[in-house]
Nanobody, 124 residues
Framework: VQLQASGGGLVQPGGSLRLSCTASGITLDWLAIGWFRRTPGKGCEGVSSISFTGGDTLYSDSVKARFAISRDTTRNTVYLQMNSLKPEDTAVYYC??????????????????WGQGTQVTVSS
């Protein structure tokens, strides 16, 4: 199983980025997919989750109304659209798959497969 995360980069405050997470070796149907981020000071934080079948979504309070998670079932891919970015959004972002449930959640320890991470830097 491989999760390929991409789309990170350097953006000014207020800008936007779209992250992608494409899975190979596993079909995401009936699974939960999460986005997490890691910073040196705050550790690992759950950002958003989606049920690949059904499309239920969940967001942390820190990104609600600014980020949008979505999926393309034909491409076995999940996206994280990040708008109105702030310097505190700077982190390495990871996607992950929980192979045991389709229910959305941000319990880090229950995700089984992880991507390699993509750096997002918000700075002027």
């Amino acid at each position: 199983v491989q999760l390929q995360a991409s789309g990170g980069g350097l953006v000014q405050p207020g800008g936007s980025l779209r992250l992608s997470c494409t899975a190979s070796g596993i079909t995401l149907d009936w699974l939960a997919i999460g986005w997490f981020r890691r910073t040196p000071g705050k550790g690992c934080e759950g950002v958003s989750s989606i049920s690949f079948t059904g499309g239920d979504t969940l967001y942390s309070d820190s990104v609600k109304a600014r980020f949008a998670i979505s999926r393309d079932t034909t491409r076995n891919t999940v996206y994280l659209q990040m708008n109105s970015l702030k310097p505190e959004d700077t982190a390495v972002y990871y996607c992950a798959v929980d192979k045991n449930t389709n229910a959305v959640h941000l319990k880090i320890e229950e995700y089984d497969y992880w991507g390699q991470g993509t750096q997002v830097t918000v700075s002027s």
